[in-house]
């Protein structure tokens, strides 16, 4: 749970059977991913939303952590209404906007959700909508009872969002009804105006096949890989801390830097960046900068990750080799494999890292130093 205040938590709603398309519509392939895998990374991208918690069986849950670590699952409940509540029970109470949205809408817009978002934390409840297309008429049994005026009609999306008060209050007064389709219907109970939020129609919730198809055509956008190479050396200082890719090594030294020192980190951030043209760590986070004396280089990963799905890219691979005469790496390589899967929010089977020592020469050879090497593939993906 974060202790910040003025982010935003998502209940990302996937606790569905799929019984019209045969299985779970949120775990059907779209791409290379899972349908709710695409979903939980559009809200990766939006940088208020600092706690995602996935309404989805335990069945489920293994297919996304191949590509997502840092999430909170819950079990669903008998009815969506039940699953939303279950959701909104693990939300972070430091919270001060939370989304709810269909796990089976994986197109929607980073941008959007933040302008919902922010229309939630002005008006106190939002939802993406989308002006009706077609005409509408009310029926009369069998025969048209009226038409609708189309001009006055919305197609309510998600996420919809809400002040957490407010979102609280509806569930406890209302959350036992169950002929609500949308949370936001409990909201309007309370007397809360719910302000629309212009949204577009890519984002369409997957329920019968033919959604599927036209979701795949969306997704099936050109590609490119870039690979970028990364570099890093640090003095080790006796009673430091040494962390190597984000994971503490019990040693008696630890590397000497402005942050942390985390060789293996910088150099693969570094390697990230060069695939992007964007530069080197130094610039995002200068050594000069008192203010961030001492940062965790998780941090500096964090920001490095943010940069890369800005730019519509994923890590594909990352290949890192730590050179140092001390400690022994050998025995922590699948600890350290592990936590830059985690950091970097990969697939564990995509990280390489190794150790080499120096041949006891220079100052690496010493025990006085370390360095790394590190290169790192980008998938970029282009939707325009």
């Known amino acids: 749970m974060s202790n910040e205040t003025g982010f935003s938590s998502v209940v990302i709603v996937a606790g569905g059977s799929g019984k019209r398309m045969g299985r779970p519509k949120q775990m059907l392939p779209l791409g290379d991913k899972p349908v709710l895998v695409h979903t939980i990374l559009a809200f990766k991208q939006v940088p208020q939303v600092r706690q995602i918690v996935v309404v989805t069986p335990l069945e489920n849950r293994a297919g996304v952590e191949k590509y997502i670590s840092d999430v909170t699952f819950v079990d669903p409940g008998d009815t969506r209404l ?7 029970a693990c939300v972070d109470k430091n919270a001060n906007t939370v989304a709810v949205h269909d796990g089976a809408r994986p197109l929607v817009n ?14 106190g409840a939002a939802v993406l909508a989308v002006p009706v297309k077609d005409t509408v008429k009310e029926s009369d049994g069998e025969f048209v009872g009226r038409t609708l005026e189309r001009a006055t009609l919305w197609a309510a999306q998600t996420p919809q969002a809400y002040r957490r008060e407010i979102l609280q209050e509806a569930l ?10 949308d949370e936001s219907q409990l909201v309007e109970k309370l007397g809360v105006k719910v302000r629309l939020v212009m949204s577009d129609y890519k984002n369409n919730k997957i329920t019968t096949p033919e959604d599927l198809i ?9 590609e490119m890989y870039r690979t970028g190479f990364g570099f890093d050396l640090h003095r080790l200082e006796p009673g430091r801390k040494l962390f190597i890719g984000g994971a503490e090594i019990a040693h008696t030294k630890g590397f000497l830097g402005h942050s942390d020192g985390d060789v293996v980190l910088h150099a693969i951030c570094d390697a990230l960046l060069g695939a992007l043209c964007e530069g080197e760590i130094g610039i995002l986070f200068p050594p000069t900068d008192p203010k961030i004396k001492g940062i965790c280089s998780v941090d500096i990963a964090k920001k490095v990750l943010e940069i890369v799905r800005a730019r519509g890219g994923e890590i594909e691979h990352i290949d890192a080799t730590l050179i140092t005469e001390e400690p022994k790496i050998k025995p922590h390589y699948n ?8 950091v970097f929010e990969m697939p564990v089977e995509n990280v390489s890292f190794k150790s080499k020592s120096h041949e006891k020469v ?6 006085e130093a370390a360095m790394c090497h590190a290169v790192a593939t980008i998938k970029i993906t282009n939707k325009e």
């Open 82 to 88: 039940e699953s939303v509540k279950n959701g909104f």
């Open 110 to 123: 980073p941008q959007y959700i933040q302008d919902c978002l922010a229309a939630a934390d002005k008006y």
């Open 172 to 181: 406890e007064k209302f959350g036992h009804q169950t002929d609500a389709t």
């Open 214 to 222: 036209f979701a795949e055509a969306l997704v099936n956008t050109k």
């Open 335 to 342: 600890t350290v494999r592990n936590s830059l899967a985690r």
């Open 362 to 367: 220079g100052e690496i050879g010493r025990g």
